[in-house]
């Protein structure tokens, strides 16, 4: 794609240039605009990072309580036509390629539900022989018995396929479009079907189109020019809100970090830059959950709860499988982990430690926030 | 709708135990209900509930957790003694889901209560009227004591008082929004003509505005957000039960006329006598 489509561009709020009292305009903006997130996310707002975070947590307080949602994903398969330069499971990374078995499923779903998970994300590569369409719906099936919460993160869909998964008992379709510049989007995707730019773009809304409830998305943070990225995500996602009135979203903010094959991102995003992107997307969009996963440092995880974060994966293995063996943990399993997982886990904690630190915050974690009634 | 002696349009006039605020078969003391999402711990939950003096409480079907009594709201507030509980549908998005959920929820929870919540848009959570309604009067013909949570519509209110419902629930402004009465002039409406309880449900952030609503002629309030986000909520729970008390009293007393004319010291109408 040469062009963005216009609903998306976020040209026009690039090169901007905001002064103190417009930042502070923008902190308490009644009706936010692109124009709030660009003074938001400037380096003038850096003196309001404070400000910033007191408005994210009192709004994060008014639209979701002293609350923290919680999910567990579950790697499916690391099968990858895929050549995305920074993913631990592209088909040029020499790592060994597992797929769960349908028995396999049961047991690691099994294992979630033991560990009190409600909700589950499933995840897969691309598109491949080995982990297609049919093995995600079986999988999805097998979830939907156990969780009343099931959604994933796969490969672009048709709007049919989406339907059936969504009759299959899935209420979510999570789907990063990584970059939306087009240019980087190129270079960073160098082959396989995600080299795709609009078969990706367009793949939430036909999940909403084909009954999914929820759509998530996210940039991943360090491939592009933050600022373009996370004013093109507000954009698809207000987008998103009047094409398709009835749905839920979620944004999440992941955050390239070194992957196996020893990727750089070239635009580093800091803590401190995560945090003014996380105040400000609470700031412009104060009813969307926001979501946080185990890339990041319980340090910064602890941190962000509660101060525009709502939502967050915990006890995560990004490798495949890896949760019925819990327990038989050793050496030789965290150094396959470290070869083999899709990214590196940085907060590491089991469950109980991290419900521990919710408290310890005055925050209560939820674990079931949906029901299987609403199916 | 005033407690104590009321006229009805036929005419025929009907005497309620004063004070009592009557939802189908059952009569409360409290006019607060409590909703129990957005607490920090079950612990302050439960605090502010007894601290509220509360009677009547409402839990989404989706919080019930019977598989982790950690995670489970259901539980601790069926412990409680004195308070009803009102399971609702929050999470549906059309009536087929609604009913669906509150079934489930009266199975699981023994309660003929139900707040009917709608609200096909996830994000600002804005009943749906149409859904509402068809939810609402199927459960009510079902034996269900219906409380549907709508907009402020005096068209809409009728309409499911004649449907069965045992109370209706216009909004105030958006849930969580803390917008207070912003749609008083219309829930003025709905007071006048109503023939079953109003009960202010979302938007009110604090104890001034559910007085207010109170002095309005409101039957009761119900308040979630404005004491779970409180700095603190137990003691926010006794605030807002000392405001809707307060307000209900002013009520029952009868507020002076309001009137912006000063009257005159020679009548305009002393040609008359």
Partial sequence: MKNLPIWLDPEPWLNRKFSPTEIQTALGAESPSEETLAALLSPAAVDFLEPMAARAQALTRRHFGRTVQLYVPLYLSSYCPGGCAYCGFASDRNTARHKLSLEQVETELAALEKMGFEEILLLTGERTPEADFDYVRDCVERAARRFHSVNIEMFPMSETEYRELAEAGCSGVTLYQETYHPETYAAMHRWGPKSDFSERLEAPARALAGGQRFAGLGALLGLSDPLFDCLALYRHARHLQKTHWQSGLTISFPRIQREAGDFTPPHPVSNSQLAQIVFAFRIVLPDVPLVLSTRETPALRDGLAGLGINKMSVASKTTVGGYAEEGSEDVSRRSRAKAEGQFDVSDARGVEEFCAMLRSKNLEPVFKNWDAAYR | ?273
């Fill in chain 2, 1 to 273: 709708m005033n407690s104590g002696i009321r006229e009805q349009e036929s005419g025929v006039r009907i005497q309620e135990t004063p004070d009592t605020l009557k939802l189908g078969n059952v009569e409360f003391k409290s006019r607060l209900i409590l909703g129990t999402g957005k607490f920090s711990d079950t612990e302050t939950m439960i605090k502010a509930i007894e601290a509220s003096g509360t009677e009547l409480v409402t839990v989404a079907l989706r919080r019930f957790n019977p598989k982790q009594p950690n995670d489970d709201l259901y539980r601790p507030l069926a412990q409680l003694k004195n308070v009803t509980l009102m399971p609702n549908t929050s999470g549906a998005m059309n009536a087929k889901e609604a009913v669906r959920a509150a079934q489930l929820g009266r199975e699981l929870s023994g309660s003929s209560f139900v707040k009917v919540e709608i609200h096909p848009n996830p994000h600002h959570l804005m009943p749906d009227p149409i859904e509402t309604y068809a939810a609402a009067k199927e459960l009510a013909a079902d034996g269900f004591i219906v409380l549907p949570y709508i907009p402020a519509d005096p068209v809409l209110a009728k309409k499911l008082e004649d449907a069965g419902c045992a109370a209706v629930m216009p909004l105030g402004a958006a849930i969580g929004s803390g917008g207070g009465l912003s749609t008083a002039d219309m829930l003025a409406l709905i007071i006048r003509d109503s023939n079953i309880p109003v009960i202010v449900d979302a938007g009110l952030r604090s104890p001034s505005e559910a007085a207010a609503a109170m002095e309005m002629g409101c039957d009761a309030v119900l308040v979630n957000s404005a004491i779970a986000a409180a700095e603190n909520p137990v003691a926010m729970a006794r605030a807002f039960a000392l405001g809707v008390e307060t307000g209900y009293a002013a009520h029952e007393a009868g507020l002076m006329p309001r009137s912006d004319i000063a009257v005159a010291t020679s009548p305009l109408t002393s040609f008359l006598k």
